[in-house]
């Protein structure tokens, strides 16, 4: 038994939340999901929330919930030699059925394996005679081929009850995977070779009957695809600490950077009446005082304002807070203030990416930003505390004035409105499945430089502060995330280097990180160069069928070199 | 437009899983009580409302007692039809007791 009083956070591994499910596992089918980091964090994902409620809504399955504790919490169950349990009924990990996991962060990777470690199971795919390991959320399931023993490519709503049915046919897990391998969406590793010959993924499947090509699925019609009305309340704060009601899937833009638009092809929205009727269903069985309306551009839904009127004619008189996360701000300043100003909102988000409008345009990114500059006003109505604005870099063809335009840009935009600015700058990472997977990531040395010049041109003000993505982060992704098959066995040494040393007590920055992945690539001799500058239209990840819609548009866009053009005058923007 | 404030006073039992959450956790979870049995809830005014609850001790976290809190409705609620609505919205190991705190 572990003495709660002795640990930090002990909410967050009683598992007795509002409206949770607990049942008994009397010849049931036993599944755990897992986000795999800590409660506050994966309590805040929608999907594990989705495919939690769905699951259990079988009256023959369980389904519960594990995430990664704290450093204490490991140590008491080291200590005690005991296996990490679900939050539900503390059953061990290893007595489970199915366990599944959300691995749509690459930097959870190793998260991911610990709980299996932590929880008695072999970490290779292979090794595990019984358990299926499940993995979703990811673009290029390829660098955990061999530890998950099945991956959905898709949304699971849409595939969850041919898995059911699969594992209620079948009792072993060789025949459950062969059954599902031959199921669109699912995909089973172990029935496909991948190697590279002549720079060139090739990609065979050995059981003849595993589906391919590999397709993604997707809910055809949100209207009618389950949506979780019990929502589960954790009795102490977590990270997003509000209902998430999805009103729209996908998004109809195409910026040229983006994965999510292609993994949530194509772009499908929820009807305002089952918006409206899922808002009063949650509230009712919730009492959550804080909404928000979820998509990936709530600007392109169709029929926003009535929406919005809607929602607010709901939660004004209850008193219940709204976000909308992606509100364009040119449409907020644009018209719908008015409506907002009632709301208690106190941030308003704008993803710019780039400060010049022609570098914009060739990311194909819509949003017009004089409209910001004239609505200094506007922006004081509404009462809000600051403006978090979102920056990329390190794109191929920026020149030094794009990036010192970022300074200029801000400065501006705080003269005009006096609200202070969260500003975000990520660097740009060709991730699979976007229209620009193969256009080579910049060097190390040029994202140092061009960060450099971006800090340089911001003002130090108090008002204005500043994140910007360190590179060696930035990078770890960047190989996370194009990594082939062979890159599992790098994987599995940083862990075992993990397991080896216990971690220091402040968490360590992210050049130890970044050092212990480098040695461990080197270690097992792979080198990770080629995979960030591959300009070639096959990669690891080239087997899954892409989307319609998201076909590549590099081979038809000039891609521009990647040489930093650097002014001979520079020193004018320091002035 | 002042709304008119009725407190009503109760004594709550923490005990079970409960006692390892905090009092300010409590705040929450006794607001979206509130919330879920549809009572008439008084809010703070101002510029971001909150539900009005007060507390009249403390527990420290791991430990079982009985805590005196304060709640404030627009209507005048009976101790009954309080302890009605909102005892099946109150999760394990929390309790409206009747007797007073002493
Ligand atoms: S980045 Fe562009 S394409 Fe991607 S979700 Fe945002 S608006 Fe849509």
Redesign the pocket.
């Known amino acids: 038994m572990i003495d709660y009083t002795q640990i930090q956070k002990p909410q967050q591994y009683i598992g007795n939340e509002w409206n949770v499910v607990k049942k008994n596992h009397d010849g049931k089918i036993t599944v755990c999901i897992s986000y795999p980091d800590a409660y506050a964090i994966g309590m805040s994902n929608l999907g594990l929330r989705i495919i939690y409620g769905l699951l259990n809504e079988a009256s023959d399955v369980v389904c519960e919930r594990v995430f990664l504790p704290g450093q204490d919490f490991i140590g008491e169950l080291l200590a005690q030699k005991n296996k990490l349990f679900s939050l539900e009924t503390k059953t061990p990990l290893d007595s489970f059925e199915v366990i599944g996991f959300n691995l749509s962060c690459e930097l959870n990777f190793i998260n991911f394996l610990k709980i299996l470690y932590l929880g008695g199971l072999a970490l290779k795919s292979s090794e595990r005679p019984n358990t299926i390991v499940m993995g979703g959320g990811l673009a290029n399931p390829e660098p955990l081929a061999e530890f998950v023993d099945c991956f959905y490519l898709g949304e699971f709503e849409s595939g969850a009850q041919s898995f059911l049915e699969v594992l209620r046919k079948y009792k072993d897990k060789e025949s459950r995977l062969k059954a599902l391998s031959e199921i669109e969406g699912f995909y089973v590793p172990r029935f496909y070779v991948a190697k590279l010959s002549a720079d060139k993924y090739c990609f065979e499947r050995t059981y003849h009957y595993a589906s391919f090509p590999l397709r993604r699925a997707y809910v055809k019609d949100l209207n009618s695809a389950y949506y979780p009305r019990r929502w589960l309340i954790p009795h102490t704060p977590i990270v997003h600490d509000r209902v998430q009601i999805e009103i729209a899937r996908g998004?109809?833009?195409?910026?040229t950077?983006?994965?999510?638009?292609s993994l949530y092809y194509p772009y499908r929205e929820r009807k305002p009446e089952i918006v409206g009727q899922l808002i009063k269903a949650i509230y009712e069985t919730s009492g959550y005082e804080n909404f928000s309306l979820l998509s990936?551009?709530a600007s392109?839904y169709s029929s926003i304002e009535s929406l919005i009127d809607e929602t607010i004619g709901y939660f004004s008189p209850r008193k219940i807070g709204l976000s909308l996360p992606?509100l364009h701000i040119d449409d907020i300043i644009g018209g719908l203030y008015k409506k907002l100003i009632p709301l208690k909102k106190t941030s308003l988000t704008c993803?710019l990416?780039v400060a010049r409008d022609d570098l914009r345009s060739k990311l194909?990114?819509?949003i017009d930003t004089s409209k910001l500059f004239e609505a200094a006003a506007i922006l004081r109505a509404l009462n809000i505390r600051h403006l978090k604005i979102y920056f990329m870099f390190g794109f191929p063809g920026e020149t030094e004035e794009d990036l010192a335009a970022i300074g200029d840009f801000l400065q501006k935009l705080m003269h005009q409105t006096k609200i202070a600015l969260h500003v975000s700058v990520n660097a740009f990472v060709p991730k699979p499945f976007s229209s620009w997977e193969s256009v080579p990531m910049a060097q190390e040395s040029e994202l140092i430089l061009k960060r450099s010049i971006i800090l340089k041109h911001i003002p130090a003000w108090r008002s204005i502060s500043v994140t910007i993505s360190p590179i060696k982060r930035t990078l770890l992704e960047a190989i996370l995330c194009r990594a082939p098959r062979e890159f599992s066995k790098v994987i599995h040494n940083v862990l075992l280097k993990e397991l080896k040393s216990s971690l220091p007590v402040n968490s360590p920055g992210d050049s130890f990180w970044w050092d212990r992945w480098k040695k461990a690539m080197e270690e097992e001799g792979f080198d990770y160069r080629p995979l960030l500058e591959a300009s070639s239209s096959n990669f690891p990840w080239s087997f899954i069928e892409k989307g319609a819609g998201s076909e590549n548009t590099c081979s038809k866009l000039q891609i521009p070199n990647h040489k930093l053009q650097i002014n001979s005058n520079n020193q004018n923007h320091n002035g | 437009m002042d709304v008119k404030k009725y407190p009503l006073k109760v004594t709550l039992h923490k005990f079970g899983e409960m006692i390892y959450f905090s009092q300010l956790d409590l705040v929450k979870i006794l607001e979206r009580a509130l919330r879920r049995a549809q009572l008439p809830l008084y809010f703070t005014q101002g510029y971001s409302p909150r539900v009005k609850l007060s507390f009249s001790n403390g527990l420290k976290l791991g430990v079982e007692g009985r805590i005196g809190v304060t709640f404030y409705f627009t209507e005048n609620i009976l101790l009954e039809s309080l302890l009605e609505k909102l005892a099946r919205q109150l999760p394990q190991g929390l309790e409206i007791i009747t007797e007073p705190l002493e």
């Open positions: 998004c109809p833009n195409r910026c950077f983006c994965q999510a638009r990936l551009s392109d992606s993803a990416e194909n990114k819509k």
